[in-house]
């Protein structure tokens, strides 16, 4: 079982990150590499499309922690759209959703980049 | 019973496995996906931590229900644990401290009615607890 598909689109200065299937201990690094090349290229505003995504355990959560901090450090942010009650519910027991944006949809959440002081937000 | 090698491809099975014997049980949702969450949890933490990755070990999961309650035992041969000395996680502090580690046992706390570790004939022992009236 492959677990984890992650693909990527630019759009504009936003970078969208799709992860497709779970993340969990043995697929995290999948998701990692897709979060750490954008960082590398510079790119420190992320939405991250969550409608493909069935759930997410502590290591894909962590990953999210290991990196939100020199985002925002940046001026970026990294920011969340389209997650099933599953994941949502996940997100609400560790409190996550006090700390993130979490949006409905995509476009939502590429809006809220466009928002005038809120880029970094 | 079900035993699992130390090896994280077999989480998924072991989430799925646990998804079954909630709902077996009685619980609706969103309980069942968090109990299979809590389980894998406790099964990462036995392949990455008391194993240290070592992938030719074994990880049993022992499930029973209990009629007013549905306990999952997470069962390793591998080094001491003790998941207690986890400090707790304060999240804007684990922001600024970029630190990934230590949320597992934070969700399953927040998740079961119990947790427990235990050291027994060189064995350590996860003991996950739901309670059926809604308690947690």
Same mark, same amino acid.
Request: with cysteine; net charge neutral.
């Given at each position: 079982?492959?677990?984890?598909?992650?693909?990527?689109?630019?759009?504009?200065?936003?970078?969208?990150?799709?992860?497709?299937?779970?993340?969990?201990?043995?697929?995290?690094?999948?998701?990692?590499?897709?979060?750490?090349?954008?960082?590398?290229?510079?790119?420190?505003?992320?939405?991250?499309?969550?409608?493909?995504?069935?759930?997410?355990?502590?290591?894909? @959560?962590?990953? +999210?922690?290991?990196?939100?901090?020199?985002?925002? #450090?940046?001026? &970026?942010?990294?920011?969340? /759209? *389209?997650?099933?009650?599953?994941?949502?519910?996940?997100?609400?027991?560790?409190?996550?959703?006090? @700390?993130?944006? +979490?949006?409905?949809?995509?476009?939502?959440?590429? #809006?809220?980049? &466009?928002?005038?002081?809120? /880029? *970094?937000? | 019973?079900?035993?699992?090698?130390?090896?994280?491809?077999?989480?998924?099975?072991?989430?799925?496995?646990?998804?079954?014997?909630?709902?077996?049980?009685?619980?609706?949702?969103?309980?069942?996906?968090?109990?299979?969450?809590?389980?894998?949890?406790?099964?990462?933490?036995?392949?990455?931590?008391?194993?240290?990755?070592?992938?030719?070990?074994?990880?049993?999961?022992?499930?029973?229900?209990?009629?007013?309650?549905?306990?999952?035992?997470?069962?390793?041969?591998?080094?001491?644990?003790?998941?207690?000395?986890?400090?707790?996680?304060?999240?804007?502090?684990?922001?600024?401290?970029?630190?990934?580690?230590?949320?597992?046992?934070?969700?399953?706390?927040?998740?079961?009615?119990?947790?427990?570790?235990?050291?027994?004939?060189?064995?350590?022992?996860?003991?996950?607890?739901?309670?059926?009236?809604?308690?947690?």
């Amino acid at each position: 079982m492959n677990g984890l598909t992650v693909e990527t689109r630019q759009l504009d200065d936003v970078t969208l990150i799709y992860p497709q299937g779970f993340i969990n201990a043995h697929t995290v690094r999948v998701f990692e590499a897709e979060i750490q090349k954008a960082i590398e290229q510079n790119r420190f505003k992320v939405v991250v499309n969550c409608s493909g995504l069935s759930y997410i355990a502590s290591a894909g @959560l962590g990953a +999210i922690m290991g990196v939100i901090d020199e985002i925002r #450090r940046q001026g &970026g942010d990294l920011r969340l /759209a *389209g997650l099933n009650d599953t994941v949502r519910n996940i997100f609400e027991i560790l409190g996550f959703h006090h @700390l993130y944006r +979490i949006f409905p949809t995509e476009l939502d959440a590429l #809006r809220s980049f &466009g928002e005038p002081g809120k /880029a *970094g937000a | 019973m079900l035993t699992v090698p130390s090896q994280t491809t077999f989480l998924a099975a072991v989430r799925e496995v646990t998804k079954k014997m909630a709902e077996g049980a009685g619980f609706k949702s969103p309980t069942p996906d968090q109990l299979a969450l809590a389980v894998d949890e406790a099964t990462t933490n036995a392949i990455e931590h008391a194993y240290g990755g070592a992938s030719d070990k074994q990880v049993v999961l022992q499930f029973e229900d209990r009629g007013t309650d549905f306990r999952v035992e997470v069962i390793d041969t591998g080094a001491m644990m003790d998941p207690r000395s986890v400090p707790r996680v304060d999240l804007p502090r684990y922001v600024s401290e970029r630190r990934k580690g230590g949320l597992g046992v934070h969700l399953m706390e927040n998740i079961m009615d119990q947790v427990t570790f235990r050291r027994t004939a060189r064995r350590n022992v996860c003991l996950l607890v739901k309670r059926k009236d809604g308690a947690k």
